[in-house]
């Protein structure tokens, strides 16, 4: 087990460093000048070169790219071109934000899609089964924004019961956090309820055919430890799965969803950073979202020997 | 047990309830901008978030009123020799920054001194300065080498990059590098500390600012402050999104109201629409003087006879009221604003531009037309311009980029065949180009002037060297008048039109004057 962890801490080095070089070879090639960007809109083309040559942009690629690695070894991420600041700390001011929403998003899916996909395996083929898996189509077709402006004309501008945009940070109080989240939180969440309620189903459906839940049963055991105890724990491996791809397509789920709901976080500092072509941004962005995204597969690899004790790493 | 939950329920009702902060507790103005701030040096970058973050926290020697005329703002008095070389100025009391030190005639010197280096007016201004001194600590000097026509509307240029006064500290910085520092002695203070890029800027009013007694108008006049706390609120950035938040009173006021939703707004009985920029933003085509066809004159005099303004208002704005033709090169409305040999297109039409275009020997090279796609205040011009041009006779290559890709690519001067371009489209503030030396479009010293286009023309650049030099007003005016009827003849760039940018406000918040820009002093929130 010790070994496995290891093994797979040591095997994100080398995707980590595939990306980085990836991630600096193509926004180095792709068209758009930060020096003009930065410039505005008046001014000439003398003055563009010596901000180019400020920012370090007039270097051959290949030593743009090895300052930029060897700060990258020191834990330095670089400087914004953009904010003047450094990346590590923009990073941090959007950090919570962001985590807030997807944990929120996360929370609200899975404890509302398990439930449904298991009571809807259950009474398979009944119009609960069928009411939910209509509702599931629907909630993969509709695009994040139109939910969101959807619910925010409802929820917010009808009903007045949610605020319309911003976010709250958790020292500003539970209550504001709360309520600042809940609308952007049950727009992103949509999706995954559709995703996991669907996997959930089919899962505890193919379970719910096995020989131990029929001597479950015939031994006597209520429904309801059937159903969580031996059929739903045995289809675990398969919803942790969706679970764990879910995180991951969460990082651009909540690109919309805070541009659409003002939120500062990271999806927001993304796309302006992509469109200011704030380079050291984006490197730094790409970098923690690629290592999200490695250690959510980790995990999730780690939660299979909890659910299923046989198998062993 | 009673006791017990009542202490329960007041834990939880504390928990759920924000903390009263002092921002709360104060008057708050909360305001949408129409772009994100990221820059926080106005002299360094010309972005207008930049420039109208410096008038909250900066001062400026002189302002531009709502007739464009220049009026004092720091400076108290002023003198000019008989010969007009030399300029006497004189500070008015009680100007301090805001680390509780006064402003010097030394801040101002040096302030003018990295000015001079990045801004356009400031850089010609330069050429005739001999030297700049301060005999007193509220005195300072400017000796021109010879006299020149335009030292007031250079000191007092409303739009960017607008001379901001800074301690002399900070203005020595290296003009190509952003300031570190951020301290003003203008109507507002800069929280650095509450500063969030991307997310929001809080600026908090400067109790010890000293307001003229003139009403204000324009970027002149008193600045008084009546809330205690302004923020911008950075993150708001989708259209529907800052309308629904306006009608919900989440934000005060909305910088840039999208057109799609004036008319519903007009109708919202807690939204008004106040008259704040009337001056407005002109449309302009651009070509690329250095290659084919747009290196010849004819083809260009085809363009632009080709150009007839409506189109382009009535695509782009759609709200009548909002646009208004103006067959000037000047801002209509400001001194210089006239349709003065402007015929080619404000009289010409597609017959007129086929029969200039055959006539120009065009060679059927397409036309590379750069078209932002998110950029909504500007992307449905280049449609139009394609549309008109196939009429005409040209063939077109309508290319699709993100804005600022089209930034990026603007600067290059390669042939459109190798990632150059033959022409964009974009918009101006009204002040950006109300006269010949600040309109960028008119500097016509080829590859030497820099602004993207790169035209060249010795006589225009003869008459505006003139112009500089004019002293009397109504000889600069017919020199105006004849630098844009040259700027017709060789096009330079068309002008397809002008439009107010409409902005809205909660009905609680009053007391909005006629800006150049957007301005935060003299509201008042009920």
Redesign the interface.
């Known amino acids: 087990m010790y070994a496995f962890l290891a093994r797979r801490l040591l095997s994100t080095i080398p995707v980590l460093l595939v990306v980085a070089v990836l991630v600096f070879m193509m926004l180095r090639l792709t068209?758009?000048?930060?020096a003009?960007?930065?410039?505005?809109?008046?001014?000439?083309?003398?003055?563009?070169a010596?901000?180019r040559t400020?920012l370090g942009l007039d270097r051959p690629i290949l030593v743009q790219f090895g300052i930029w690695f060897g700060n990258l070894l020191q834990g330095d991420l670089g400087e914004?071109f953009?904010?003047?600041?450094k990346v590590a700390a923009?990073i941090g001011?959007?950090l919570e934000p962001t985590l807030s929403l997807a944990t929120m998003t996360i929370l609200i899916a899975v404890l509302v899609a398990v439930p449904l996909g298991v009571l809807a395996a259950w009474r398979f083929g009944g119009w609960f089964d069928r009411t939910l898996m209509g509702f599931s189509v629907l909630g993969f077709s509709i695009p994040v924004f139109v939910l969101a402006?959807i619910l925010?004309?409802i929820v917010?501008?009808k009903l007045?019961w949610l605020?319309?945009?911003?976010?709250?940070r958790i020292a500003?109080?539970?209550?504001?956090w709360?309520t600042h989240l809940a609308l952007p939180s049950v727009t992103l969440s949509i999706i995954y309820i559709a995703l996991i309620a669907r996997v959930t189903r089919a899962s505890v459906l193919e379970t719910l055919g096995e020989d131990y839940i029929r001597t479950a049963r015939a031994k006597g055991l209520p429904e309801s430890s059937v159903l969580v105890r031996h059929a739903l724990t045995n289809a675990a491996v398969p919803i942790a799965t969706i679970i764990g791809i879910g995180i991951a397509l969460l990082i651009g789920g909540v690109v919309v969803t805070e541009?659409?709901?003002?939120?500062?976080g990271l999806g927001?500092?993304t796309v302006?950073a992509v469109?200011?072509?704030d380079f050291p941004t984006i490197q730094g962005v790409i970098l923690l979202f690629s290592f999200a995204y490695v250690a959510v597969n980790l995990l999730v690899d780690l939660s299979y020997v909890f659910f299923d004790p046989r198998i062993r790493y | 047990m009673n006791m017990k939950r009542t202490l329960v329920a007041l834990g939880i009702a504390a928990?759920?309830?924000?903390?009263l902060?002092l921002a709360q507790a104060q008057t708050v103005l909360r305001v949408v901008p129409h772009s994100?701030l990221?820059?926080?040096d106005p002299i360094w970058?010309?972005?207008y978030m930049?420039r109208n973050h410096g008038y909250m926290i900066y001062d400026t020697l002189f302002g531009t009123d709502e007739k464009s005329q220049i009026k004092p703002q720091m400076v108290d008095t002023w003198t000019e020799s008989p010969d007009k070389r030399l300029w006497t100025f004189k500070l008015r009391k009680g100007l301090e920054f805001h680390d509780g030190k006064p402003v010097t005639s030394e801040d101002v010197v040096a302030s003018i001194a990295r000015w001079g280096k990045?801004d356009?007016m400031g850089s010609a201004l330069m050429t005739f300065v001999e030297r700049m001194d301060t005999p007193t600590p509220d005195t300072f000097r400017i000796f021109l080498r010879e006299a020149c026509g335009f030292v007031l509307e250079a000191l007092g240029k409303p739009s960017?990059?607008v001379l901001f006064i800074m301690p002399k500290r900070i203005a020595e910085t290296d003009a190509?590098?952003?300031i570190e520092e951020h301290i003003g002695s203008g109507p507002y203070i800069f929280k650095r500390d509450e500063f969030?890029?991307?997310?929001?800027s809080v600026y908090l009013r400067n109790p010890k600012y000293v307001p003229r007694k003139e009403p204000p108008s324009g970027s002149a006049g008193a600045k008084v402050v009546h809330v205690e706390r302004v923020e911008w609120?950075?993150?708001?950035?989708?259209g529907?999104?800052q309308v629904?938040?306006l009608?919900?009173g989440?934000i005060d006021v909305l910088e840039a109201l999208p057109f799609d939703h004036y008319e519903a707004m007009k109708k919202d009985p807690n939204v008004q629409l106040p008259n704040w920029a009337p001056a407005g933003l002109q449309y302009m085509a651009r070509f690329n003087h250095l290659h084919k066809p747009f290196d010849n004159p004819k083809v260009r005099q085809a363009v632009t006879a080709a150009f007839a303004q409506q189109p382009f208002l009535q695509a782009q704005v759609g709200v009548k009221e909002l646009y208004r033709p103006c067959a000037s090169m000047f801002t209509c409305g400001t001194p210089y604003g006239s349709p003065f040999g402007s015929e080619i297109q404000s009289k010409s039409n597609m017959k007129k531009a086929q029969e200039l275009l055959k006539a120009s020997g065009y060679d059927g090279t397409a036309i590379v037309i750069m078209k932002p796609t998110?950029l909504a205040s500007i992307q449905k011009l280049p449609d139009v311009a394609a549309q008109l041009l196939r009429q005409a006779g040209f063939k077109v290559d309508l290319q699709a980029?993100?804005?600022?890709?089209l930034?990026?690519?603007?600067?290059k001067?390669d042939a459109p065949e190798k990632g150059g371009w033959h022409m964009f489209l974009?918009a101006?503030q009204a002040h950006?180009i109300w006269n010949p030396i600040a309109n960028?479009a008119l500097d016509t010293r080829g590859e030497k002037?820099?602004?993207?286009g790169w035209a060249n023309d010795e006589k225009l650049v003869d008459l505006r060297n003139q112009f500089m030099r004019e002293l009397d007003e109504g000889k600069k005016k017919k020199l105006a008048d004849a630098i844009q009827a040259r700027a017709f003849e060789v096009g330079t760039h068309v002008p397809l039109g002008e439009y107010v940018q409409p902005m809205a406000a909660r009905k609680n918040i009053s007391g909005f004057f006629v800006t150049n820009g957007n301005l935060y002093w003299n509201l008042k929130k009920n």
């Open positions: 068209p758009g000048d930060p003009a960007i930065l410039a505005g809109d008046a001014a000439n083309t003398e003055q563009i010596r901000i400020n914004s953009y904010y003047k600041t923009l001011q959007r402006y925010i004309w917010s501008l007045g605020p319309v945009q911003g976010y709250k500003d109080g539970v209550g504001p709360l541009s659409v709901y003002a939120i500062p927001r500092l302006d469109l200011a072509r | 928990a759920f309830s924000a903390p902060s994100n990221a820059i926080l970058t010309t972005a930049s990045r356009a960017s990059n190509f590098k952003q969030k890029p991307g997310d929001k609120n950075l993150a708001l950035r989708d529907q999104a629904n938040a009608q919900k989440e998110d980029m993100d804005w600022q890709t930034v990026g690519r603007r600067a001067k974009t101006w950006d960028a002037s820099g602004w993207f």
